[in-house]
């Protein structure tokens, strides 16, 4: 509608589209209409006071198939829509398109967006689940708005954690049976830094095995590897599939050492990189980035060369046009000396590389730690959020094991991915389960019981036809109807900034304004049945498309 009203006003003031859009507002009041546009801007260009131009405005306006009036009050053009011509046109469009209803085709790159990183040998805890969600929600926006994205996991299977992995294993645990279990995996990890924190000087034997990894110059450490790297990367495929997350590609550390060591030699010819202290470092001190090691001085490579590697990977050889990191935010230092590098190596698509720091999730007792054990592994929280949700189903009817297992999964994930989704990527999260699993509020499992109940209205009615015969229209089934014409906006918005909260946010108020509606106007049996039920499914398709676009599958009945 915003779109329709810019056009209007720019057949009669100097202004272009795109500035008289960045000027409508939405007021404070429904008395005051659903849109107004402010005069303040125009004195000046025009020469006349505001208030005038107003009048003048509204006068030459009116009348209007699209609104039921436009009306001048001070400073401001208000307009009210034409409630009538409006629901339908939204209705329409949303029946017509269902799950295609908000999408475009104003993308046209191919996109690579890198997310997850979860290291072998490591904890898979809930902190990943925010840059797994997140990652998996920006793909989902920007495919649905034309671009090409391919999913990136870019995972560290080797480097110093790993060695401490294997040294602790075949130290003090090589009776114990290699395991497919993320949690045992973790345990052997946690246990090495224990142990080297309280005797420094054990590093000495890790280091030793870090080499052997580094040259494969060891048979039976190489082999103890590729077992237990694979025991790690087949626990992290169950999660995935749960979290609903593909990946087109998996990059790993291993696979880029030899590139890595070639382009440290490169760097340091061409004089960017230099030897101190026997390691290979770029002194970015003078733009206030401190130096960045990228082989220590036994020649191991770290995973600044390595990430230098991967750049050129990407862009030269799957030919993409901009590249999406997910990353931390306690890596900006890193990130910000990458990108440096790379512009100082005339890497000529440095400026196509976007940084999206996630700052940590915490728990309500403090930070969490992959080091310390101070986390909660995913595997055992989301058994803890199952239970807590089969408890909550069972209160409410008695269905199958089977069917029981499905929906508490499904409201688990929903809850965990809406939690991690709402917030923006840069505010710290606090996660409280308690919260996050309440069936009121601003959650997943609210959103999945709205959808719930429309759908369950639907499967109620006998009226299968669902014709959009439009009597009159009431303030709640107007609000309702307003939200979901706003659905392409959102999209379009979230996609520019790469910001799914913005979807979420939306799907929460979409979701209040339907339950506001459904309260306030019977469906079944009244007046306005045959619209209503068609605003009913409409608005179910609205928010079933926002939920896709977070990664979160949808339940018809809960």
Known sequence: MKEAIALLISKQIPLKKEEILALIEIPPTPDLGDYAFPCFSLAKIIRKNPVEIAKDLARDLSPNEKF??????????????????????VIKGIQQQKNKFGSSKSGKEKIMVEFSQANTHKAFHIGHVRGTSLGESLSRILEFT????????YQGDIGMHVAKWLWCYEKYHKKEKLRKDEAWIASIYVDAVKRLAEKPELQDQVDIVNRKLDEKSDKNLNDL???????SLDAFEKIYHELNTEFNNYFFESELEEKSKEICQELLKKSIATISDGATIINLEKDNLGVWVLLRRDGTVLYSAKDLALAEKKFNKLKIDKSIYIVGAAQTLHM????KTLEMMNFNQASKCEFIPVTEVRLPTGKMSSRTGENILYSSFLAELKEYSKSEIKKREKLSEKELEKRALAISIASLKYAMLKQDPNKT????????????????PYLLYSYARARSILKKSKNKAHKLNIKSINEKEKELIVKLSKFPEVISSAAQNLSPNDIANYAYELSKSFNEFYHSSQVIGSDEEDFRLVLVDSFSQVLKNSLFLLGIPVLESM
């Open 336 to 339: 910000n000396q990458l990108l």
């Open 146 to 153: 034309g671009n090409k994205v391919i999913r990136a996991n």
């Open 429 to 444: 999260i606090t996660f409280s389960k308690e919260e996050a699993l309440a069936f009121e509020g601003n959650t997943g």
């Open 68 to 89: 039921e009036k436009i009306s001048a009050v001070g400073p401001y053009v208000n307009f009210f829509i034409d409630k009538k011509s409006f629901s339908i046109n």
């Open 225 to 231: 590897w590729k077992k237990t790297r694979k025991l």
